[in-house]
C-alpha cells in the first residue's frame, strides 16, 4: 500500500511553545490530507481537512488560529499547534486518500505529543 | 446520532478460533463506503477490509470477512484463526459519499485480545 510518513514521532515541550508536524506522501501525491487527534483510549476526533493550495477545512470545536495548518505541496502538509498547552498533549495522526483500489486513507504513524 | 457504533468495548477470544466484531451505521446517503481498520499499541493505522454499498458480495481480505447486512445497516467484522499478534485495537468507520477525499467517521473502537 501507499506509504505516509510522520516526523517527529515524538515531542516533548514546553507550555506556551509551538510545535510543528509534518506529514508525508512517500509514493503518491495526495490532493487531501487529513489530520486527527487521538486521546488515550479512545477513537480518531478529524480536526481538520487539508487541502493542496487552499486553506484547511476545519472540525467545529478546533481553533483554526490554534492549530495551523499548511499544505504546500501535493506530499506534504503540516500541522502547527501553537502556544502548546498541557490540554494539548495527545496522539496526532495524519492520513492521505489514495488512487487506491479502494480509495483508502492510509495513515502515518502518528506522533505523540506532550506539553510539560 | 451516533454515526458509527462498535457496542464492544473489549473482546476476548481464543487463539486459533473465529470472532466477530459488531458495527452498525447510520446514514441516509445511498452511497457510502465502510472500513476496519487496526491499531495495534505502536499507534500506527493499518487498514484492513473495505465495503462498499452497493458491492452485493461480502468482503473477505485473508484471515478477515466483513459479514455486510445493509438492511440492518451492520458491518461486522470476522477474523477467522485468530493469532496472538490480532491483539490490538479494531475500528470500524465510515465515509459517506463518492470520492477519496471525504472524511471518515470512526466508532469508539473494540479492544481485542487473543489469549494463548
Known amino acids: 500500500g501507499a506509504v505516509v510518513s510522520q516526523h517527529p514521532s515524538r515531542v516533548i515541550c514546553k507550555s506556551g511553545t509551538s510545535v510543528k508536524i509534518e506529514c508525508r506522501s512517500l509514493d503518491f501525491q495526495a490532493t487531501t490530507m487529513f489530520w486527527y487527534r487521538q486521546f488515550p483510549k479512545q477513537s480518531l476526533m478529524l480536526m481538520a481537512t487539508s487541502n493542496e493550495g487552499s486553506k484547511a477545512t476545519y472540525e467545529q470545536g478546533v481553533e483554526k488560529d490554534k492549530f495551523l495548518i499548511n499544505h504546500a505541496s501535493l506530499t506534504l502538509s503540516t500541522l502547527t499547534v501553537t502556544s502548546a498547552h498541557p490540554e494539548d498533549s495527545s496522539f496526532y495522526i495524519c492520513?492521505?486518500?489514495?488512487?487506491?483500489?479502494?480509495?483508502?486513507?492510509?495513515f502515518g504513524p502518528g506522533t505523540r505529543l506532550t506539553v510539560l | 446520532a451516533q454515526k458509527i457504533t462498535q457496542t464492544q468495548p473489549g473482546m476476548f477470544v481464543q487463539e486459533k478460533e473465529a470472532v466477530t466484531l459488531d458495527c452498525t451505521y447510520d446514514?441516509?446517503?445511498?452511497?457510502?463506503?465502510l472500513f476496519w481498520y487496526k491499531q495495534p499499541s505502536s499507534g500506527e493505522m493499518i487498514f484492513l477490509i473495505y465495503?462498499?454499498?452497493?458491492?452485493?458480495q461480502n468482503a473477505t481480505e485473508g484471515r478477515y470477512s466483513l459479514n455486510f447486512q445493509k438492511a440492518r445497516k451492520s458491518a461486522n467484522l470476522v477474523i477467522s484463526a485468530s493469532q496472538l499478534g490480532d491483539s490490538a485495537m479494531y475500528f470500524c468507520a465510515m465515509r459517506e459519499g463518492r470520492g477519496s477525499a471525504r472524511q471518515l467517521t470512526f466508532g469508539s473502537g473494540t479492544q481485542l485480545t487473543v489469549l494463548p
Open positions: 465495503q462498499g454499498s452497493y458491492d452485493q
Open positions: 446514514t441516509s446517503d445511498p452511497s457510502y463506503g
Open positions: 492520513s492521505a486518500s489514495s488512487s487506491g483500489a479502494y480509495n483508502e486513507q492510509f
